[in-house]
Each structure stands twice: as C-alpha cells, then as structure tokens.
C-alpha cells in the first residue's frame, strides 16, 4: 500500500471540485451521484501507479467500475426525476443555516472523501493481485451477489414507487419481504467481499477497518438509522413492516 497518501490526495481533490458545482446549483447531494464513480478513479489510479495490473487486478477494477456505473446512474437517475435537494441534506443546510455554503466543504465533501479513501483500502490492494486463490475467488462473488442484490433491490423499489396508487405505501414483495432494506445489504456484501480480495493480494489486517467503517455507516448513521427516523411519519403502515421484516439481514418475515 505505497500509494495511500497519494490517494488520499486524491479522494480530497476529487471531493473538492464536486463542492463549486454544489455552490452554483444550491445542491450539495450531487456528492452521492459520484461517491460510487470515485471509489471506481482510485482502483484505476492505484493500477496507474503500479504500473499496470495482472488479470485478477482487472477482475476487481471491472466489478468495482460496474457496481460504481450502475450506483452512480441509479442515484443520478433519481436526482432528475426529483428534482430537489436530498432531504438529509436539505435539514443540514436548515440547521448552518447562511455558514453552509463554506461549511458544506470539510462536513459534506471532505468528510465523503476521507471516509471514502478508508473504505478503499482493500480494494487497493486487491487491484495489485497476482494470480487466483479459493480467497479471491470468494471475495469476488461476494462482491458479485452483493452488486446483483443492490441492482434488484433497486429495480424492485424504483418500479414499485413509479406505480399510480402506491405513493405513501410500503414496499414488502421481492427482496424487500425479507428485508427493509436489501440494498444497503447488497453494499454490505460488496465490501465485505473486497475485504477478503485485498487479504487474498495481501492487504494488512487493519484494512479491516474499511468494511466496519461502511458497515456502521449502512445500519447506523447513512443507512438504515437514518432512514428510519423518520419514515414512520410518512408512512404509517412502516410501523406493521418493521414489526414483521428483518431490519437488514434477509430473514423470513414473522406472521402479523
């Protein structure tokens, strides 16, 4: 991992030029269209600077390139049909008030980027891979299913939501019956399974740091906690869902 600073500079930079668009379009969500997309620049960037990668280094950087083009669509997508701020960040920029502008650099942007570069630690190793072991080879489809489970679990949520009639309603068919939310499940999948590719091309054990990080990040702060604060008021029948569906993890759903 020779090139960690070099990334983290990179992470910054690339965070920063997203923050002048924000200024002019008033708009600081734009940071989750390319939070994906980015995580796909380091892979690339670290292959740069290796010099080139073997086979099993492409395998990582094409599913990684994948998962970031179809995430990145999927949210760019959603933007321009809603056409507004995300919620999460308009109650921020409620809360700074006339100091959110500058502000927004180092508690959106800066932030964004710093936890992205930790979260990128495995995958900057497993770029490098030489060769295939079992190791490598599980953390590939790991990280295969978990983009598969989020692409479907999307797919099912933006079809149920473009339905005349079901505007305020739940959504407990498909995946979304065995969890409220199977698509941070799927991201949850993905990062477990570069984990395991980066020890498989042998990242340090504290690149274990990368997965817990987005692990808390999907159930407790960015993810399912924050979802859940408050979709109760909007939709009052979330209430019987949670009494019966699994939180996160797929389970079968308890009878009413």
Known sequence: MAHLWITLALCLTLMSALWLPSLVLRD?????????????????????????AQLSGWITQTLVTLWALRLGGHILIRRWKSGKEDHRYT????????RFPLLSLP?????????LWVISWPLQVAVTAIGTTPLLLAG???TAAGVLVEALADAQLTAFRSQRGNEGRVLDTGLW?????????????????????????GAPWWTVLAPIVMSALLLHFSGVGLMEDTITERRPDYRRYIQRTSAFFPWPPAKD
């Open 140 to 142: 590939w489809l790991m």
């Open 28 to 52: 600081v969500s734009i940071v989750d269209i390319f939070w994906a997309p980015v995580f796909a620049i380091v892979g690339g960037a670290t292959i740069w600077l290796e010099g080139g």
């Open 91 to 98: 109650a921020i920029r409620r809360k700074f008030g006339a």
């Open 107 to 115: 508690v959106v942007f800066w932030l964004q980027g710093l936890l």
């Open 177 to 201: 019956r065995f969890s409220r939310h199977p698509n941070y499940f799927g991201d949850f999948l993905i990062w477990w399974g570069f984990f395991l590719a980066g020890i498989a091309a």
